[in-house]
């Protein structure tokens, strides 16, 4: 070691956790984040391993200084369309596919898949993963509106280092424009008076010969 050189050692450091207070629960605006997005399985030999699909959202609004970067939010979408014992069908819930299309106004369209359900040894129809999680790459940017809420972690899963996280609560409808009364009236008179003038004037009746008297 040459004499004089500065030199970096982990003794003279106190171990330092970078927490993050979690986003105030409320009302937000989201961003998808396509390059988020990926086709996972559990990991549980135990269950069913049927693909889920992973993204995540940015909450618009949620950075932690003036200036600084939003925060994400990652989110799980469940493809099984069978239902559960309780009767309810995943995609239907509101923070899955169908609160999705909602908070979007728009349908959202994917094919079938069979995959192959561990827990039964049976082929099981489930939306299909691959092409959700291209639709939502394509859609990488829009925004829609959602409700985030702090999911407080159980005291076992705190014991092994989970903590309390944010999560996407349910996506929010969004709400049609409605038109007034007098608005639509107005569009009304609009729609006749360009009626009106795209019309050609109706030729005048032809005169009828007159009759000759007799002589």
């Known amino acids: 070691m040459a004499t004089g050189e500065k030199r970096f050692s982990t003794r003279s450091l106190d171990l330092q956790k970078n ?6 629960p409320g009302d ?7 390059d988020k997005t990926e086709v996972k399985k559990s990991s549980d030999p135990n269950s069913a391993q049927l693909p889920y699909v992973n993204t995540a959202f940015t909450v618009v609004g949620s950075a932690l200084k003036e200036g600084g970067k939003d925060r994400m939010v990652f989110h799980r979408f469940f493809l099984a369309v069978k239902p559960s014992e309780k009767g309810v069908i995943m995609p239907a819930r509101p923070d899955q596919l169908k609160g999705l299309a ?17 827990k039964t040894g049976e082929m099981e129809e489930c939306i299909d993963a691959s092409a959700f999680a291209r639709w939502l790459k394509e859609n990488d940017g829009r925004e829609l509106q959602g409700h985030i809420k702090t999911e407080v972690a159980k005291a076992e899963d705190k014991q092994r280092g989970y903590k309390d996280r944010d999560v996407v ?3 929010i409808e969004t709400e049609q424009p409605t038109v007034s009364e007098d608005e639509a009236a107005e569009e009304d008179e609009e729609v006749e008076e360009e009626v009106e003038e795209d019309e050609e004037p109706a030729p005048p009746p032809a005169k009828k010969p007159a009759k000759k008297g007799k002589r």
Request: hydrophobic share 35%; proline share 9%.
């Open 28 to 34: 937000y605006t989201l961003r998808i984040r396509g």
């Open 169 to 171: 609560a349910y996506f």
């Open 102 to 118: 909602m908070a979007l106004g728009e349908d959202i369209d994917l094919p079938f898949r069979e995959y192959h359900n561990n």
């Open 19 to 24: 927490d993050f207070p979690p986003i105030t």
